[in-house]
């Protein structure tokens, strides 16, 4: 599935460009927030996500751990790379059409 975070931010970046002009200063803010949201959804949360299996594996290890744990962690965190450029891009082209 697409990164909807990444569709948002870059069909908003492309519309303020659209309408206000991509040498304005709101543009050079929503070019940085699209960046902090995407490398936030691919990088940092996909990394909590790999944390958080080798967690529970490690938990879930016979006799290596005395720590009784009533849940697992969440696993599916963040997005792939492929997701995010897809997210992305359906965010500039929804810009573009509206």
């Known amino acids: 599935m697409p990164s909807s975070h990444s569709a948002i931010v870059t069909g908003l970046a492309t519309l303020i460009g659209k309408y206000q002009g991509v040498d304005t200063p709101i543009f050079a803010v929503s070019l940085i927030l699209a960046a902090v949201v995407m490398y936030d959804a691919c990088g940092i949360r996909r990394a909590a996500g790999k944390q958080a299996t080798l967690l529970n594996k ?9 720590v009784q744990v009533s849940e697992k962690l969440v696993e599916v965190l963040g997005h792939t790379p492929v997701q995010v450029f897809v997210g992305a891009l359906i965010g500039i082209i929804v810009g573009i059409i509206a």
């Open 58 to 66: 490690i938990i879930e290890t016979p006799g290596l751990t005395g």
